[in-house]
């Protein structure tokens, strides 16, 4: 499994990013995935989350309201649509995906998924 995110950028407070990542799998719908980010010097947080048919999705306190999660399965891709970013929101942002055989199944840390990419760095200046 091989996960490219991509979508990055610098940005300035109030302003909304798109972040992609696409999954070099045979069936994207069998996954769970995930966004994560991480700032310097700081542990790497959970982001959101979503089911594998999207319906379900959850998010930190942190980004609810301002962050919302997609994902496109015939396009093998996961979205992160980001808004109202915040200077506190500057971190590298890590899509994370994990197989499982649940519908319903979701999942919140990082040690719970298997696969990862490689990251994309946002920066939101203030």
């Known amino acids: 499994v091989q996960l490219q995110a991509s979508g990055g950028g610098l940005v300035q407070a109030g302003d909304s990013l798109r972040l992609s990542c696409v999954a070099s799998?045979?069936?994207?719908?069998?996954?769970?995935m995930g966004w994560f980010r991480q700032a310097p010097g700081k542990e790497r947080e959970f982001i959101s989350t979503i089911i594998r048919a999207g319906t379900q999705t959850y998010y930190a306190d942190s980004v609810k309201g301002r962050f919302t999660i997609s994902r496109d399965n015939a396009k093998n891709t996961l979205y992160l649509q980001m808004t109202s970013l915040k200077p506190e929101d500057t971190a590298i942002y890590y899509c994370a995906a994990r197989a499982t055989a649940y519908v319903r199944k979701y999942y919140t840390k990082d040690q719970e998924y298997d696969h990862w990419g490689q990251g994309t760095q946002v920066t939101v200046s203030s």
């Open positions: 799998v045979r069936t994207f719908s069998d996954y769970v």
